[in-house]
């Protein structure tokens, strides 16, 4: 059964009425042809449903006089006073088109088209018509059906492979065809509480996709209002405070319904666009909302339509009673179409009372009534926004502070305890009851206000006939023994076989767990000069307990084949207090360790380009350690690290130098170029054997740290401050010269990050770091601070603070250091604006980042780039200065595995 989302929330259904007389009927144009999906509402009951494909509808309603409401998008409507007695009542409707007319009134001075006039309003008020609702409860009935016009013969055959699967344990198996309908139908209670609480109750569902509803549910369109700036994170609105940047508008006239008048507004993208609508809507005059709407959205699943008509449910309180959602489905092969509508019925409908309405919007009667009723002074923002309201022409920069205006005010209306609280609750809770599955066509029959077609009606024959198999056949597997010995398990040892070669998990439900990776693994399997190739097998022992503390042990080994090693380590982690994510941990090994930790080469690439060309850029050394470790949560937002470590460090040498392709060069000794090895500097820097203790402290800040709790357990969820990190590093190491000394260093290390949403796909990244050592002398090689340099032209893995050109290893450094870090990403910037790259998903970036130490006294680097390229790549290039004077440049090329 489909989850319903926040929009089809908004759409409700008629509940059961077993004493209820039908109202039923067929809804055509002036051409007799009938309309599809037409809207039918009863004012009364504030209950909606839509006509099927035929233009059939079918409502059952108690005894009483109704004011019925019929339209759809495109024509006229029609409102009729239905008395319902005993018999049934059959009412045919035929729908007027719809004409716009253009009043000389909307021809301005300056021949900008009047849409925009219009839409710096709408896009001005859409927070408060976001806001304007405190809460609702509603039915809500959905219907959606699936056919299928081509599947490739691979994906039908796995398809109907796990269909016999499921007829063979009992269960109902449905098969996939070309040409064949599907559907699914829900009935639903909804409940939401401003201003983001959804409750959602399934009585009953029946389903017969062949597939998870999920894989083409519309839940990422329907699970938003189009007065957000985002549509589900895919696609921009046409309210969007930024719309004006990436949509044109037309005025295409303007009718009158009741008592208000109604623009017609053509949405047109200024670029083809998988993040752009494309389509109608249709805006109040004076009250600037949404009447209804057809837009459309083409994307990399197929295309996408929605339909949405409101109605005013109670006083002017608009909301969408019909919705109506399709997608021409075109992935790997697959082409199907997909259509859900659903019905609605309001039972319940409050408005924000904290939240004041401006007086412009007010009209007819409710503008007396406003007059009518003292209320209190208006402050300066409202003053501010009905200044705005009241002009007969506002500018862009006139609606860019109505919109921040109203977001302001409907912070204001949220309750106190909302403001104050940094607590995020959850806003989404699904209960399915226990019988909702179970319902039978009688019960189906009786509540359903959207009748089924032929098709429809033939797809749950089928699914029942199937049913009906399927329980036949576990019966007769249960009762009759020769059947079920004829199922024999798989062998033992061809089970024993794969879970050796390809890893698996073992379980039980006392919390306990065991892995054991494969040995078919790419990463268990690299290169390098120092110990050759590298093969080994890691596991994985977990323990959860009921109180949500948790023990985990992974043991991992290695051999060095090269030089003949055997390489291991432990990690063993124990977390408990859920509410403040405490553990502690150990971990010990004797591993090959790089010497740089501020990032590095990329195991598969290092091991890549040492068997193809030669180049040996990882440079190791061997770490025999202990380390053991604390966290937890002082106060919200403030969490503390202390380690405590041993090292006992051996410089290590090539010990091979096979590759698989002959090259001119030769392998670089396994030692690191930087500008502190050479042979005028510190001898302590060098690289060289010696043992290494050290204790350090970590204390990471969120002001204002926002938190969810699920399950007992507290999870961070952002802040609108930056985080401050303060790191603490003292360090020991114990030389083995003449006189065995001991030598001691400080490093204090200082952040501050910070990510920004800046709405419609756009974001800001930044990261300032200083640091020092109080006393440089004796500080190693291994000691130093160290700098993430990504400087070959293919990077596996996406790095967010680090410098594209300069080699590795070249700028770590035991001295003052600064460095900035700054990523700016939009979806159009430059080359998408080139048509054929207008319509991916990829969007551009801008960085800069900065260094600045002894050695490299400012040394600065900035790039533009494409993310999402192939939705899992990077491409860019970048230029490197020092003081400002070029330095190099070069080519990117980013893969993001992780």
């Known amino acids: 059964m489909i989850r319903i989302t926040l929009f089809l929330v908004l759409m409700t259904f008629l509940s059961p009425v077993t004493t209820g007389q039908v109202l039923k009927g067929k809804i055509t144009n002036e051409s007799g042809q009938p309309v599809q999906y037409a809207t039918v509402y009863i004012q009364e009951l504030r209950q909606g449903t839509t006509a099927n494909t035929k233009g059939e509808y079918e409502l059952k309603l108690g005894q009483g006089t109704y004011q019925v409401i019929f339209q759809s998008l495109g024509y006229g409507q029609v409102s009729e006073k239905i008395s319902i007695t005993g018999q049934p009542v059959v009412k045919n409707v035929k729908l007027p088109f719809q004409y716009y007319m ?39 009935y959905l219907k959606g059906d699936l056919m299928v016009n081509k599947i490739p013969k691979l994906i039908q055959k796995a398809m109907n492979a796990e269909a016999r699967r499921a007829e063979k344990e009992g269960e109902t198996g449905i098969r996939v065809r070309e040409g064949d309908v599907y559907m699914l139908e829900s009935f639903n209670e909804i409940e939401f509480t401003a201003p983001e609480k959804y409750s959602q109750r399934v009585i009953s569902f029946q389903n017969t996709f062949p597939v998870s509803e999920n894989d083409i549910s519309p839940m990422d369109f329907i699970n938003a209002s189009f007065y957000q700036p985002l549509i589900a994170d895919i696609a921009i609105s046409p309210l969007s405070p930024q719309a004006f940047s990436y949509y044109r508008f037309q005025y295409l006239g303007a009718t009158p319904q009741g008592n208000v008048t109604i623009n017609k507004i053509r949405v047109i993208p200024k670029m083809k666009s998988q993040q752009l609508f494309d389509g109608t809507i249709y805006i109040i005059e004076d009250l600037w909302c949404i009447q209804s709407l057809d837009l459309s959205n083409e994307n990399i699943a197929g295309k996408v339509s929605v339909q949405q008509l409101f109605i005013p449910v109670r006083d002017e309180i608009w909301m969408p009673v019909s919705h109506k959602f399709t997608m021409n489905l075109a992935m790997m092969g697959v082409r199907a179409d997909v259509g859900y509508t659903g019905s609605v019925k309001y039972l319940e409908v409050k408005p924000n009372t904290s939240l004041r309405k401006p007086d412009p919007l007010a009209t007819g009667f409710a503008r007396m009534q406003a007059s009518a009723t003292p209320e209190k002074p208006l402050s300066k923002n409202q003053e501010k926004i009905e200044d705005i309201l009241t002009k007969d022409e506002i500018t862009n920069r006139d609606m860019v502070r109505l919109s921040k205006l109203m977001d302001q005010e409907s912070e204001k209306a949220r309750p106190d305890s909302l403001k104050e609280s940094l607590e995020i609750k959850e806003t989404y809770k699904r209960t399915v009851e226990k019988d909702a599955s179970k319902k039978d066509s009688s019960y189906w029959a009786d509540i359903r206000p959207v009748p089924l077609s032929e098709l429809e ?16 056949k576990k019966s007769k597997v249960i009762t009759d023994s020769t059947i079920s010995l004829q199922i024999q398990p798989k062998s033992r040892f061809g089970r024993t076989v794969r879970d050796i070669v390809f890893g698996r998990t073992w379980s039980d439900s006392s919390g306990l767990s065991f892995r054991m990776g494969g040995l078919i693994d790419i990463q268990n399997l690299s290169f390098n000069t120092v110990d050759g190739f590298l093969y080994g097998i890691d596991f994985r022992i977990s323990k959860y307990w009921k109180n949500r503390n948790s023990l985990t042990v992974v043991p991992e080994f290695r051999y060095a084949f090269s030089r003949e090693a055997l390489l291991w380590r432990v990690n063993g982690t124990y977390g408990f207090n859920r509410m403040k994510q405490s553990s502690v941990s150990i971990r010990a090994g004797v591993i090959s360790r790089d010497i740089s930790t501020g990032g590095g080469i990329n195991k598969l690439l290092n091991t890549a380009t040492s068997l193809f060309f030669e180049r040996n850029i990882m440079k190791l050394y061997e770490s025999g350690y202990v380390t053991a470790g604390y966290r937890t949560e002082i106060v919200n937002g403030l969490n503390v690290s202390l380690t405590g470590a041993y090292e006992n460090r051996t410089a290590l040498e090539n010990t091979t130098s096979f590759s698989l392709l002959a090259t001119p060069r030769e392998y670089t000794p396994n030692l690191p170029v930087n500008k502190y090895l050479d042979s005028t500097s510190n001898p302590v820097n060098f690289i060289k054997d010696q043992r290494h203790y050290d204790f350090s402290a970590e204390l990471v800040y969120t002001p204002r740290q926002k938190y969810s709790i699920s399950n007992g357990s507290k999870y961070s969820r952002g802040s609108e401050w930056p985080t401050f ?19 001691h260093y400080d490093l204090i290390r200082f952040d501050i990050s910070k990510y920004h949403n800046l709405g419609a796909f756009s974001e800001l990244n930044w990261k300032i770091r200083t640091g020092s050592f109080l006393d440089n002398r004796y500080v190693p090689y291994y000691d130093f601070h160290h700098f993430n340099e990504q400087p070959l032209p293919l990077i596996i893995d996406n790095y967010s603070s680090c410098f594209r050109l300069p080699d590795y290893y070249s700028l770590s450094t035991p001295e003052f250091f600064g460095e900035v870090h700054i990523k700016y990403t939009t979806p159009y910037l430059l080359l998408k604006f080139i048509p054929g790259l207008s319509n991916t998903l990829m969007r551009e970036n801008l960085s800069l980042s900065y260094l600045g130490s002894r050695h490299h006294k400012n040394y600065t680097e900035i790039g533009y780039s494409i993310t999402e390229l192939f939705l899992l790549g990077e491409a860019g290039v970048y230029a490197g200065f020092d003081d400002l004077r070029f330095r190099s440049a070069g080519l990117r090329l980013i893969i993001r595995l992780n």
């Open 102 to 140: 253009i009043p000389e009134v909307r021809i301005t001075a300056t021949g900008e088209d009047p849409a925009y006039g219009i839409m710096r309003k709408a896009i001005g008020m859409a927070p408060y018509y976001l806001n304007n609702i405190s809460y609702y409860k509603a039915e809500v």
């Open 457 to 472: 009606m033939k797809s749950i024959r089928i699914r029942d006939s199937l049913r009906t198999e399927s329980s036949l």
């Open 725 to 743: 990190t303060l790191y603490w590093k003292h360090g020991v190491n114990e030389f083995n010269d003449t006189e065995h000394s001991y030598r």
